[in-house]
């Protein structure tokens, strides 16, 4: 990072006045806490005694044989607390919430997941919580608005827009400015301004510092590659992290290519967007030449955001990572095939990563490693993969 | 050539009187409408008037402006030629001053030296970025300056102690939100004005102006003793959404009870 908040030229702290010093507030609380030994002990107890971390890295070793290339590790974050690794960054904004002495905590969700996972952290320490989904949203991820609802959260819809996950983002802002000075926004992603970026990754990496600790137990080396799926992109962030240094070990991130980038109908922002400022950041968009946000589209609410985080998008421009399109189509049947290889559901935002590592095994060989990031279960997408493909499960 | 912004207060200042500062989406009802309305305010009362150049996303807005910024793009396929276009219109026939509010990306991706070359070729006094905070002006600053335009800062009740730093060096005037939130037209303001702009004035050193939640006459008057001047958005843009294409007379109308409550 060359000066704060930024990633080469990108990042920043792009918002309305209104919200500026709650952010210097959070900066300055996230700062003085991020070193504080009895925060961090605090924090890793409950990734451990709450989180259930660390996670498996499960060797793969049918899909290993299938694909012929690579060994294929995968990173269980689906067996995480709530289902996902949204947990690990909740738990630590709310823990920092609660230090600030802030009561009200309010997120934005797309699949649901974070909304879940904020949700669920506001139980335990009893907060109020608050959760903006838009109104598509809250249709093709129900099972996990109810969720919120038993875990005590009000789920607010959001009919502005496109009734998708950056519409909810921008009401959360605008809840935000509204009750300044008695409400923390909780980010679900590597996005927004700063410090959200850097501290949302910080609270990530320890899905890439397991990895790493793990890999070298099991096989005694790095791995070749690593791959996860891309929204605003807190998952791959969070495993590439600590494997950036390691110039030998490939990243890649995969996000959403809809119906086919081709179409105009999709959410990949890194194969198809420009620079921009939005979302209080300076970072890569799917926008039209005037700087109008573009409409996207997915399969996967979690994926289905116009913008990527700006640590992300400094990886693609100094080529540190690579990132690929999957369709819905290759992702919907990349979820059925670890469902039928591996006997696990994935998230079918994971699916996408799933996909990419189907397509690149079999350029890797036998002797090389991959390590794959399921960042979620796929229970919640069963209903709407069943939809997909033509079968009502209601009847 | 001296911005004429500052022309427009110190004219003001030597006839003892406080500005009006009016705000609409262009391209709201269409940029015919936009024109006429733009003509009929500052013929109303009006000293200085806002133009917004509708986004896709405008999270400072309220539910006002975010409807007419979507009537604009959706109905009238709004673009910012299109605003370059109406403002040309305009300084055919007026010489008031004329602000751009727009967000950053608005202004980032048509290219931050074009854009501003551009303001500077037709006339355009100054912008207003809603997302774009003190601490990031650097972003448009040396283009915005080369050309002469003025970046107007904003500081709100949520400011605190940054107040002071912005106040200091604001240029044009220093926009005084009147309360945290949104935009749109409130019934009761609850935040400590008599506090707030003590901390403004101290630190001021150019002319400063109340906006958010002014809807009518009696308000602004309220508004206009605390300050140099009153901004009204949401109440005017609100005319377009009642009254459509016959806005017009409403919002002159609007105008002069805004001028007649603020010279009281």
């Known amino acids: 990072m060359d000066k704060i908040g930024r990633f080469g030229d990108l990042g920043g702290q792009y918002v309305p006045e209104t919200v500026m010093n709650a952010v210097t507030e959070l900066q300055e609380a996230y700062d003085r806490y991020k070193n504080d030994p009895q925060f961090l002990a605090e924090l890793h107890e409950l990734y451990r005694n709450y989180a259930f971390r660390p996670s498996l890295l499960y060797y793969a070793e049918k899909m290993t044989r299938d694909l012929g290339g690579p060994k294929i590790y995968i990173k269980r974050e689906d067996l995480n607390h709530t289902g996902s690794h949204k947990i690990n960054n909740a738990l630590g904004q709310v823990l920092l919430a609660k230090h600030m002495g802030k009561k009200r905590i309010i997120a934005e969700t797309g699949a649901g997941q974070h909304g879940v996972a904020t949700a669920t952290i506001c139980a335990y320490f009893d907060m109020e919580c608050e959760v903006y989904m838009g109104r598509e949203d809250m249709e093709r991820q129900a099972l996990n608005v109810y969720r919120m609802e038993l875990l005590g959260a009000k789920v607010t819809g959001v009919d502005s827009g496109t009734a998708t996950l950056k519409d909810a983002i921008n009401e959360a802002m605008r809840d935000w400015a509204t009750n300044i000075e008695t409400t923390f926004y909780c980010i679900g992603s590597v996005m927004g301004p700063h410090p959200y970026p850097t501290m949302v990754r910080d609270f990530q990496k320890i899905i890439g510092e397991e990895a790493k600790a793990q890999i070298l137990e099991a096989e005694g080396r790095l791995p070749d590659c690593v791959v996860a799926c891309v929204g605003g992109g807190s998952n791959a962030m969070g495993i590439f992290y600590d494997f950036i240094g390691d110039k030998s070990v490939r990243l890649v991130g995969a996000e959403a290519a809809g119906r086919g980038i081709e179409t105009g109908e999709h959410a990949a922002t890194v194969s198809k967007g420009s620079l921009g400022i939005f979302h209080g950041m300076k970072s890569l968009f799917l926008q039209n030449d005037e700087g109008q946000i573009a409409p996207v589209f997915s399969i996967s609410a979690g994926l289905d955001y116009p913008g990527i985080g700006p640590e992300h998008a400094h990886l693609h421009e100094t080529g540190r990572a690579d990132y690929v399109a999957v369709t819905d189509e290759e992702a919907v049947q990349a979820f059925e095939y670890l469902s039928k290889t591996e006997g696990i559901i994935p998230a079918i935002e994971s699916a996408h990563a799933v996909a990419a590592a189907r397509r690149i095994a079999p350029t890797m060989g036998k002797d090389q490693i991959m390590i794959i990031n399921l960042s979620g279960r796929g229970d919640k997408d069963v209903q709407q993969i069943a939809r997909y493909r033509g079968v009502d499960i209601n009847a | ?264």
Do not use: W
Request: aromatic content about 8%.
């Open chain 2, 1 to 264: 050539m001296r911005n004429r912004i500052d022309a427009k207060f110190e004219e003001l200042k030597n006839a003892g009187k406080k500005a009006l500062i009016t705000y609409i989406v262009a391209g709201d009802g269409g940029m015919e409408l936009t024109e006429q309305a733009v003509l009929g305010m500052l013929e109303n009362g009006a000293d200085i008037v806002e133009i917004g150049v509708p986004f896709s996303d405008p999270i400072a807005e309220g539910e006002v402006i975010q409807e007419a910024s979507l009537r604009a793009l959706r109905d009238h396929h709004t673009t910012l030629q299109g605003v370059f276009g109406l403002v040309e219109r305009l300084r055919q026939k007026t010489d008031s001053p004329l602000l751009l509010m727009l967000y950053a990306n608005t202004i980032f991706r048509s290219g931050t030296d074009a854009f501003f070359a551009k303001c500077r070729t037709l006339g355009i006094d100054g912008v207003i970025v809603p997302d774009l905070p003190f601490e990031e002006h650097d972003e448009f600053r040396a283009a915005a300056e080369a050309n002469g335009i003025y970046n107007i800062s904003l500081v709100t009740p949520a400011s605190h102690g940054r107040i002071a730093k912005i106040a200091a060096a604001a240029e044009g005037f220093l926009y005084c939100v009147s309360s945290v939130g949104v935009t749109g037209m409130r019934d009761k303001f609850t935040t400590d004005l008599d506090s707030f702009f003590h901390d403004v004035s101290a630190a001021a050193k150019v002319p400063y102006c109340v906006g958010f939640g002014i809807r009518d006459g009696e308000a602004a008057g309220k508004m206009a003793a605390y300050c140099d001047g009153v901004i009204v958005g949401s109440a005017v843009v609100n005319q377009v959404a009642v009254h459509g294409q016959d806005a017009v007379p409403h919002i002159e109308a609007l105008c002069r009870d805004l001028r007649a409550g603020i010279d009281g």
